[in-house]
T-cell receptor, first 112, second 112 residues
Framework: DTAVSQTPKYLVTQMGNDKSIKCEQNLGHDTMYWYKQDSKKFLKIMFSYNNKELIINETVPNRFSPKSPDKAHLNLHINSLELGDSAVYFC???????????FGPGTRLTVL | AQSVTQPDIHITVSEGASLELRCNYSYGATPYLFWYVQSPGQGLQLLLKYFSGDTLVQGIKGFEAEFKRSQSSFNLRKPSVHWSDAAEYFCAVGDNDYKLSFGAGTTVTVRA
């Protein structure tokens, strides 16, 4: 009964491909997030959805498109993958805007 | 905008010795402060958080942190380190607008 789960855990792909990462939370939270952790382990928020509505969109290339089919799911689709997209992507969820964020196990994306 | 500084990139400590990790934040209002731990290849686990009230906060795994408004600090401590505490530690500050800003992290190595 994992609280925040992500699939896949590892993703290796070629430049130019399109890929998706899925995230699900069973905590009943209203808000979900995507973070990117680069090779230096720096974590930066990318997107946030509250009740399926986009509320944070940090300066992320248009190639990245989040989709929230319902409150419990937030998927990340990436078009035309580039080498610089290689990173670990974390999904998180929280109940409210200042509440604790709970993180998933991460998806390590490697673009060759 | 809020920001977090973790001055120590890497700390090596002997097993059984005490540990203190420094965190300084910049935020105009009362901050929401967090410490997360990331074990190798794992996601982020919440150690403890400060929202208000008692400035000394107890967390999991024997960790505690003290909020000092006058110093804009939220340092993490553990009296006696175990080998399993070797990990990456992240301090984070949250606002009332869903954003969580992370420090660059401190890598803790535990020697026998």
């Amino acid at each position: 009964d994992t609280a925040v789960s992500q699939t896949p855990k590892y993703l290796v792909t070629q430049m130019g491909n399109d890929k998706s990462i899925k995230c699900e939370q069973n905590l009943g939270h209203d808000t979900m997030y995507w973070y990117k952790q680069d090779s230096k382990k720096f974590l930066k928020i990318m997107f946030s959805y509250n009740n399926k509505e986009l509320i944070i969109n940090e300066t992320v290339p248009n190639r990245f498109s989040p989709k929230s089919p319902d409150k419990a799911h937030l998927n990340l689709h990436i078009n035309s993958l580039e080498l610089g997209d290689s990173a670990v992507y974390f999904c998180a969820s929280s109940q409210g805007e200042s509440d604790t964020q709970y993180f998933g196990p991460g998806t390590r994306l490697t673009v060759l | 905008a809020q920001s977090v500084t973790q001055p120590d990139i890497h700390i090596t400590v002997s097993e059984g010795a005490s540990l203190e990790l420094r965190c300084n934040y910049s935020y105009g209002a009362t901050p929401y402060l967090f410490w997360y731990v990331q074990s190798p290849g794992q996601g982020l686990q919440l150690l403890l958080k400060y929202f208000s009230g008692d400035t000394l906060v107890q967390g999991i795994k024997g960790f505690e942190a003290e909020f000092k408004r006058s110093q804009s600090s939220f340092n993490l401590r553990k009296p006696s380190v175990h080998w399993s505490d070797a990990a990456e530690y992240f301090c984070a500050v949250g606002d009332n607008d869903y954003k969580l800003s992370f420090g660059a992290g401190t890598t803790v190595t535990v020697r026998a």
